[in-house]
């Protein structure tokens, strides 16, 4: 066999693992964490490529085979021109019976809306406002979702809605005490910071409006933050020890009413 290829959705920290603890992978395909790799990553005899997201690139590797890779060539190709006739034909014709409804503006930005940053991103910031805006709630919550492509300054219509949650998640209102919500950040802050890649769950950090965290990556799990301020008051975990939310990793968002005072 000249060539083994492995196209995968694990995601780049996992595959990076993978491909080190895997013997005998030529090219492993990578995806699920939206990389844009201007030039391949090598691990042991392993070149692992993965070309960004929502179809802004083409990635082409060129190779010379002869019992195994001699050579190879890399480029990360960026999509640009006029848009394919046929495709974009069959498209309208797909969206046609509900263009009426998807082209409704019901908002604008004066901010670019995107998901491409770890910690918070300005989509999930407009979100959680709106979030926040249905009632009195002291913090909100949503998953950290990668999916949703941008949307730029301007109008917002019923379309971008959808690109921004296609899934239509419930929304829930909730108590939380002190102790909850730092276990969950605490067990969320692991499973996208890991030292280990395998327990890297996939997804960018919890995003949270109303609530500030001080945390150091470095640390061992459950050792990681070292403040957490809600509306500017500082909080400990201390306090009751309700029905825990930790295991809550569907997509959903929740509005919390906090049930216990600041220090």
């Known amino acids: 066999m000249d060539l ?9 920290p996992q595959e990076c693992q993978l491909a080190s603890d895997v013997d005998g992978v030529d090219v492993l395909l990578s995806a699920h964490t939206h990389n844009r790799l201007e030039k391949p990553f090598i691990v042991g005899d392993t070149i692992i490529i993965q070309s960004g997201c929502h179809g802004s690139f083409v990635g082409r590797l060129d190779l010379e085979v002869d019992g195994g890779v001699r050579r190879f060539r890399h480029e990360l190709i960026k999509v640009k021109g006029e848009p394919d006739p046929d495709t974009e034909e069959l498209v309208l014709k797909a969206t046609e019976k509900d263009s009426d409804y998807l082209e409704r503006v019901v908002g604008s ?21 709106s979030i926040m ?4 709630f002291d913090v909100a919550f949503s998953n950290g ?3 949703g492509a941008p949307v730029p300054p301007g109008d917002i219509k019923v379309e971008d809605l959808w690109n921004i949650i ?3 998640p419930p929304v829930s209102s909730v108590e939380l ?3 909850e919500i730092w276990n969950m950040m605490e067990e969320n802050i692991e499973l996208t910071f890991s030292r280990n890649p395998y327990n890297q769950m996939g997804g960018y950090l919890k995003r949270f409006m109303g609530m500030e965290i001080y945390f150091k990556i470095e640390n061992p799990p459950g050792a990681r933050i070292q403040k957490i301020f809600i ?12 029905p825990s939310m930790l295991h809550h990793r569907a ?6 009413k906090t049930t216990q005072p600041p220090i």
């Open 4 to 12: 083994i290829v492995l196209i995968s959705h694990l995601g780049f």
């Open 231 to 242: 509306k500017g008051n500082p909080w400990t975990p201390q306090g009751g020890t309700g």
């Open 251 to 256: 997509f959903l968002m929740f509005m919390v």
């Open 145 to 147: 979702w990668r999916y």
């Open 109 to 129: 930005t004066s901010t670019h809306l995107n998901r491409y940053t770890i910690m918070e991103s300005t989509m999930d910031n407009i979100l959680l406002k």
């Open 133 to 136: 805006a249905t009632g009195e």
């Open 166 to 168: 296609p899934t239509n």
């Open 177 to 179: 005490t002190g102790r």
